[in-house]
Nanobody, 115 residues
Framework: QVQLVESGGGLVQPGGSLRLACAARGIMFRAYNMGWYRQAPGKQRELVATMAAGGSTNYADSVKGRFTISRDNAKNTVYLQMSSLKSEDTGVYYC?????????WGQGTQVTVSS
C-alpha cells in the first residue's frame, strides 16, 4: 500500500522560506517520478515541480528560481525548498508519486504566506 506523508507546511511571511518533505512508503521509491502540486482556494490543483527517477526536474514558471525540488533515495523522501515566498504561493501542497499508469497522492500540507 502506497503511503505519502507530507510535512513542513505552515505560516510564513512574504519573502520567507519553508522546506516541505514527503516521506514515501510501500513503493520502490527510486523508480518513481516524484512531484509537488498545489491547490489554492477556489482553484484547480496545479503542478509546482517534478523530479524524475533519473533526476531531471521540471518547474512551473511561477516558481522557477525560487523553489528547488530534490530527493533522497536512501530516505525515500522528496523535498521542496521554497524561498522568496509570495502570497500567491498560498495553498495546500500535495506530494505525488508517479509510475506508468499509476499516480498516488499524499494528504497535503497547508502553506500560508501572509504578513
Amino acid at each position: 500500500q502506497v503511503q505519502l506523508v507530507e510535512s513542513g507546511g505552515g505560516l510564513v511571511q512574504p519573502g520567507g522560506s519553508l522546506r516541505l518533505a514527503c516521506a514515501a512508503r510501500g513503493i520502490m521509491f527510486r523508480a518513481y517520478n516524484m512531484g509537488w502540486y498545489r491547490q489554492a482556494p477556489g482553484k484547480q490543483r496545479e503542478l509546482v515541480a517534478t523530479m524524475a527517477a533519473g533526476g531531471s526536474t521540471n518547474y512551473a514558471d511561477s516558481v522557477k528560481g525560487r523553489f528547488t525540488i530534490s530527493r533522497d533515495n536512501a530516505k525515500n523522501t522528496v523535498y521542496l525548498q521554497m524561498s522568496s515566498l509570495k502570497s500567491e504561493d498560498t495553498g495546500v501542497y500535495y506530494c505525488s508519486a508517479q509510475y506508468p499508469g499509476v499516480t498516488s497522492w499524499g494528504q497535503g500540507t497547508q502553506v500560508t504566506v501572509s504578513s
